[in-house]
């Protein structure tokens, strides 16, 4: 028996990740807010509904890929999806909200006999569009376990935990992201104050105990001063403080995150919110005004 | 025409250095401050001197290992090595030291014809048995050229700018590795305060941006609650108070740097000295008391 997926939202991350579906023989239903994104995918096979109680009906699955938290709960419960869901469906919202949304969302849904994995995804459009992101997933085990085929077709899929775990996960990803971000941008800046080549140091460097992938890409984005984004600093930022809010609601403090945070938001006053993240440089070197790494001009979004 | 090499510190690190030199076929002789640890290299046919001024006496190059600064400058200038060397002799120095005292070395061989680099390393001590350190090199480019064969037989030699930039360099290394650590701390402990499982978060986002070595070797410790060094939180105090008294010369805020050096501290103030640096974990935790990652018991120098 073939498994029926309605499909939420086929933006920039969710019409790739629809369309690995469609070539793993899911049959799909899709919508989106702008119907004229649904094409491509109606093209390849897709069924597109009216509207997204239209895409519950009759699915084993329900794929959501939404903008935030809010666009979710209107979506599943405001506008008939979770109504329209039979008992025994599985909602798998990929989107990044906050966990006590998706735990909120969890407990509604189980009420109607409904399963909810929050399943955020780390890898970008590019990951999406070659079926290679990273997935946290959390809620049951058997619902992750009934997933796994779904989500196969879409990346590598990690059960990390109960409803929200995924969500968390998702933090912990943004908060090293973030604070990595600042490690290499402190310690480049350094290396070009002192006189070294920060290209150079770069290379030396790359390898060892400081060795990431933040040093790789946005260590290069920032010796070429190229702040297009990639991942833009309004994005980063909704996630920064997506993720203290989940620490205040469990008594942790995060000092560096916060530290991170205010430098970003200083930034956004600015009005960097397009700016890649990588531009966290820039702010540092408002603080430093003799220091600049590198002396090209910067390419800005 | 075979070059001689003077080596100065077989300790920990030194010793493997040295016995990599004797078996690509340098001829060396040794000097350390307690002499016994010469001995197995004496054994595999290395001279050894009982005076610093001994090892730089016929020498093409001189490498030291030593300690700290004032240790390197004492040795050099104060027990006679600057002296014996000949003009056009070459010091290839490979301790972690301040860069403002590496240019002062420089400019001093300088006035007596004796070449010199500033080229510490990261690996450890595995890197050192390997052959395989980073070797950061500051100094004159011809000088790196006429070292290249030296460096070569000891790991991945980069020249990174003039006089000081291999220390700087060497400083961006460690203020790197001391950031990702709290940003890999405050991620996991994120993940388990709000209820997820931190492990099965770890290899979630193995892979994606978030990743970097300190993720996986410190990250893994951190789980275990590990912190038996690896690396002692007392170096990596000596090497971020060495980092921002570098950007203080330069005119350089380092925010991050700053607050990461005070959450070290307050774990040297608990008596952490040799504790790994990724016990970093442990002050964080102290200051959320609710919030603890994982339940094991922690294994302590």
Same mark, same amino acid.
């Given at each position: 028996m073939t498994t029926h997926i309605g499909f939420l939202g086929t933006g920039l991350m969710g019409a790739p990740m629809a369309a690995n579906l469609l070539k793993a023989g899911f049959i799909l239903t899709v919508w989106n807010r702008?119907? %004229?994104?649904t094409r491509p995918l109606a093209d390849a096979g897709a069924g597109v509904a009216d509207a997204p109680a239209g895409v519950a009906e009759g699915a084993d699955a329900v794929i959501s890929m939404l903008e935030n938290g809010p666009v979710v709960t209107e979506v599943l419960f405001d506008r008939g999806v979770a109504d329209a869901l039979a008992p025994g469906a599985l909602v798998i919202d990929m989107a990044s909200i906050p966990p006590s949304t998706a735990r909120d969302h969890a407990g509604r849904l189980e009420k109607k006999g409904v399963g909810h994995l929050d399943a955020p995804v780390s890898g970008g459009t590019r990951g999406a569009a070659e079926g290679t992101l990273a997935i946290m997933a959390g809620g049951a085990l058997e619902d992750f376990e009934r997933a796994r085929e779904i989500l196969q077709a879409l990346g590598r899929a990690t059960? @990390? &935990? +109960?409803?929200g775990a995924g969500q968390l996960a998702k933090c912990t990803n943004q908060v090293i992201v973030a604070i990595t971000i600042g490690a290499v941008a402190e310690g480049l800046l350094l290396a070009a104050a002192g006189g070294a080549d920060p290209a150079a140091v770069r290379e030396a460097i790359?390898?060892?105990?400081?060795?990431?992938r933040i040093l790789q890409e946005h260590g290069r984005r920032m010796i070429e001063r190229?702040? @297009? +984004?990639? &991942? +833009?600093i309004r994005m980063q930022m909704k996630d920064l403080n997506t993720a203290l809010d989940a620490a205040a609601d469990a008594s942790l403090a995060l000092p560096i995150t916060s530290m991170i945070k205010e430098l970003f938001q200083a930034l956004l006053d600015a009005g &960097?919110?397009?700016?890649?993240?990588? %531009?966290?440089l820039l702010e540092l070197e408002r603080q430093s005004p003799? @220091?600049?790494?590198?002396?090209g001009p910067d390419k800005l979004p």
């Amino acid at each position: 028996m073939t498994t029926h997926i309605g499909f939420l939202g086929t933006g920039l991350m969710g019409a790739p990740m629809a369309a690995n579906l469609l070539k793993a023989g899911f049959i799909l239903t899709v919508w989106n807010r702008t119907g %004229a994104k649904t094409r491509p995918l109606a093209d390849a096979g897709a069924g597109v509904a009216d509207a997204p109680a239209g895409v519950a009906e009759g699915a084993d699955a329900v794929i959501s890929m939404l903008e935030n938290g809010p666009v979710v709960t209107e979506v599943l419960f405001d506008r008939g999806v979770a109504d329209a869901l039979a008992p025994g469906a599985l909602v798998i919202d990929m989107a990044s909200i906050p966990p006590s949304t998706a735990r909120d969302h969890a407990g509604r849904l189980e009420k109607k006999g409904v399963g909810h994995l929050d399943a955020p995804v780390s890898g970008g459009t590019r990951g999406a569009a070659e079926g290679t992101l990273a997935i946290m997933a959390g809620g049951a085990l058997e619902d992750f376990e009934r997933a796994r085929e779904i989500l196969q077709a879409l990346g590598r899929a990690t059960h @990390v &935990g +109960p409803a929200g775990a995924g969500q968390l996960a998702k933090c912990t990803n943004q908060v090293i992201v973030a604070i990595t971000i600042g490690a290499v941008a402190e310690g480049l800046l350094l290396a070009a104050a002192g006189g070294a080549d920060p290209a150079a140091v770069r290379e030396a460097i790359t390898g060892g105990f400081a060795d990431s992938r933040i040093l790789q890409e946005h260590g290069r984005r920032m010796i070429e001063r190229d702040f @297009v +984004p990639g &991942g +833009p600093i309004r994005m980063q930022m909704k996630d920064l403080n997506t993720a203290l809010d989940a620490a205040a609601d469990a008594s942790l403090a995060l000092p560096i995150t916060s530290m991170i945070k205010e430098l970003f938001q200083a930034l956004l006053d600015a009005g &960097g919110n397009e700016f890649d993240h990588s %531009a966290l440089l820039l702010e540092l070197e408002r603080q430093s005004p003799t @220091v600049r790494l590198g002396d090209g001009p910067d390419k800005l979004p």
